[in-house]
C-alpha cells in the first residue's frame, strides 16, 4: 500500500511539474505567428500614435494650446504629450516606429519621427527666448545639455537632415557634438563618465547615448572621427562594466574607488547591448575592433540565455530570480538575439530564445495596448535592495521602441529559415 502511494505522488508531482518544465524549453521558430505579430506591432504603434500629441498646457492654468503663437509670450507651458520631450526613452520609440513602418506602409507611422523634429525644430526658438527670462519651458534637457543621457532626439535628428539636408536642424547635431567631444566629463584615458553629486561614474547606460549618435555621424559625414569614438567608448566601457567571469555588464564603475559597484541590473544590460548590436550592424567587416566586439557580443548573449525565465523574461536583476519580471530589458535582449540571428552573428537555434522572449513580452500587454512591468527611470546602488525594490509602472516609454524593434526582427524570421 505504501509503494503503490508513493508511486501515485510521484506521478502526481510529474503532472503538475510538466508544464513548468516545458516552459523552460525553447519554443520552436515554427510557432512565430507573422500575422499575430503584425497585429500585435499595429496595436503598439497605433497607442504610440495616439498617445503622441501637439500641443501645449498652461502649467497655472491648465489652458490648453495647439497653436505655439496663441501661447503668451510669459506664460510657462509643458508638452501636452511626453511623447515630444527630449529624452532618450523617446528617440529609441522614434526608432522603433521607423522600422515598423517598413511593414505597415502607414503614412502616420512612417512620418512619426519627421513629425516630431519638425514640431522641435519650430519651438525652439520660442522657448529659447523664454529660457532667456528664466522662464520654466519644454525640452530642459536640450538647454541644459549637462550629461550624455541629455542627448534626447540627438541621432532622431540626424536621421531626419540625412534624409531632408535641412540645415537648421544643424543646431541640434552641432550641440551634442559639441558636448560629446568637448564637454562631458572623461578619464584620463578619454572614456566618457558622467559625475553624479561629484562622484565620477562610467555607467552602461551612456554607452547608448553616445554610440547610435556617433555611428549616425559617422555615416552621414563619412568622417572616421565619428566611428573611432564610438568603437573607442564601446571598447572602454566593455573594459570597465564586462565582468570576465558571468559575462554580464555592472551598472557602473566608480572611477576614484577604482571597483563596479557588483549590481547586473537588467537594463544597464540591455543598454550595453544595443550599443554592440548598432556598432555590429554598421561597423566594416575588416574594422580593427569588429571581432573583438563580436566575441563581447556572443559570450553576453550566451550568457544571457541562461538566465532567460521560463516564461519568456528576464529578471530586474539578472542572476538574481526572486527579483521581478522586466519588460524593458527583456524587450531589448529578444530584439538583440533576433538581430543577431538574422544578420548570422549568431547560430539559428538562437531564433528559439528570441521567440520565447516574445511570447514573454506579449503575455504582458493590457487589453488597452499598454505594456505592464517596466522598471522606472533607475540611479545606481551598491545595495541589491535597490534595484530590487524599484516600483515598476505600464507603458512606460523605456519599453516601447525595443518591443517594436524586437516585433519586427521576429517577422525576418520568414525570411531566414
Known amino acids: 500500500m505504501k509503494s503503490k502511494f508513493v508511486v501515485l505522488i510521484i506521478l ?7 508544464p513548468s518544465r516545458a516552459l523552460c524549453q525553447p519554443e520552436s521558430e515554427t510557432h512565430v505567428d507573422t500575422l499575430r505579430v503584425k497585429q500585435v506591432l499595429s496595436d503598439i504603434s497605433g497607442k504610440i500614435l495616439g498617445l503622441t500629441n501637439y500641443a501645449f498646457q498652461d502649467r497655472a492654468t491648465g489652458l490648453r494650446y495647439t497653436d505655439l503663437q496663441a501661447i503668451p509670450a510669459s506664460a510657462s507651458v509643458k508638452l501636452a504629450s511626453d511623447f515630444n520631450e527630449w529624452e532618450y526613452q523617446n528617440s529609441l520609440v522614434c526608432f522603433g516606429m521607423d522600422r515598423v513602418s517598413t511593414i505597415f ?5 512612417s512620418s512619426y519621427t519627421t513629425k516630431k523634429i519638425e514640431f ?3 519651438n525652439i526658438p520660442f522657448f529659447y527666448a523664454q529660457q532667456q527670462k528664466k522662464i520654466k519651458t519644454p525640452y530642459p534637457l536640450f538647454f541644459s545639455m549637462k550629461e550624455l543621457w541629455y542627448c534626447g532626439l540627438a541621432a532622431n535628428v540626424v536621421d531626419v537632415y540625412a534624409q531632408t539636408k535641412d540645415e537648421r536642424l544643424n543646431v541640434f547635431i552641432q ?4 558636448h560629446i567631444f568637448n564637454v562631458q566629463a572623461r578619464m584620463a584615458d578619454k572614456t566618457l563618465i558622467r559625475i553624479d553629486n561629484g562622484r565620477k561614474v562610467v555607467q552602461s547606460d551612456d554607452a547608448y547615448m553616445a554610440v547610435i549618435f556617433l555611428v549616425r555621424m559617422w555615416k552621414l559625414t563619412g568622417n572616421e572621427r565619428y566611428l573611432n569614438e564610438a568603437v573607442n567608448q564601446a571598447c572602454s566601457y566593455n573594459k570597465y562594466l564586462f565582468d570576465a567571469h558571468d559575462k554580464l555588464y555592472h551598472h557602473v564603475w566608480y572611477c576614484d574607488e577604482n571597483r ?3 549590481q547586473y541590473w537588467g537594463r544597464g544590460n540591455g543598454w550595453m547591448l544595443l550599443s554592440m548590436v548598432e556598432l555590429l550592424d554598421n561597423l566594416p567587416q575588416k574594422h580593427l575592433h569588429r571581432k573583438e566586439i563580436l566575441k563581447c557580443f556572443k559570450a553576453h548573449i550566451k550568457s544571457l540565455i541562461s538566465l532567460q525565465q521560463p516564461n519568456g523574461l528576464w529578471c530586474q536583476v539578472l542572476n538574481k530570480n526572486n527579483s521581478y519580471n522586466e519588460t524593458s530589458c527583456s524587450a531589448m535582449f529578444t530584439y538583440s538575439i533576433a538581430k543577431g540571428v538574422n544578420n548570422g552573428w549568431l547560430p539559428k537555434s538562437y531564433k528559439n530564445y528570441a521567440v520565447k522572449g516574445w511570447s514573454g513580452l ?3 500587454i493590457t487589453p488597452t495596448n499598454e505594456i505592464e512591468g517596466v522598471c522606472i527611470g533607475t540611479h545606481f546602488s551598491d545595495d541589491i535592495n535597490f534595484y ?6 505600464t507603458n512606460d516609454r523605456h519599453v516601447l521602441g525595443s518591443f ?3 516585433g519586427e526582427e521576429l517577422i525576418k524570421f520568414q525570411k531566414t529559415k
Open 12 to 18: 502526481q508531482m510529474a503532472i503538475f511539474q510538466w
Open 105 to 109: 506602409k502607414d503614412t502616420d507611422i
Open 120 to 122: 522641435l525644430k519650430a
Open 175 to 178: 550641440k551634442f557634438e559639441n
Open 260 to 262: 563596479h559597484n557588483n
Open 362 to 364: 506579449v503575455q504582458k
Open 388 to 393: 530590487l525594490n524599484r516600483p515598476t509602472s
Open 404 to 406: 517594436l524593434l524586437a
